[in-house]
């Protein structure tokens, strides 16, 4: 839902178009959960978006994280930073990757979240991601 949303923004994102990508995302999940079987693949969730709200936006939303609150994931496959940056219109901050990663991890380990660090070529990132969703939700 991020990229939709952003590739058609014009002006500097605020902390309401962060509001708005939770929300919008957070609804796509639960419109999408009922037929996603047996696994739903989110690219995103409302609580790194509350990460992005902080580093785009210097601010923390409290409506953002009730949004994230109404949400479980089983797993979260979290991609390190052990491959070149692909810029594109809505990849923003190359040179703050590791600090964005370890607050995706800090938030995770906040919550005891279960994830996976995915590391390695992108053919080994793709097996790492099968085999850990294999392992977790035994598909």
Sequence with gaps: ???????TKKEEVKTSDMINIA?????LEDVTQHDA???????TDPRV??????????????????IAQKH???????????????D????YLPKQRQAFFDSCITMLKKRNA??????????ERYENAIQAVKSTCRI
């Design 1 to 7: 839902y991020a990229r939709c949303y952003l590739e």
């Design 23 to 27: 929300r919008g995302q957070s609804i």
């Design 37 to 43: 079987k047996p696994v739903l693949f989110c690219d």
């Design 49 to 66: 978006t509350n990460i992005w709200n902080q580093f785009l936006c210097n601010s923390w939303s409290n409506e953002i994280e009730q």
């Design 72 to 86: 479980h994931y089983d797993l979260t496959l979290i991609l390190d930073i052990d491959v070149p940056f692909v």
């Design 88 to 91: 594109d219109s809505v990849r």
């Design 114 to 123: 279960p994830y996976v660090v995915i590391q390695g070529s992108w053919e």
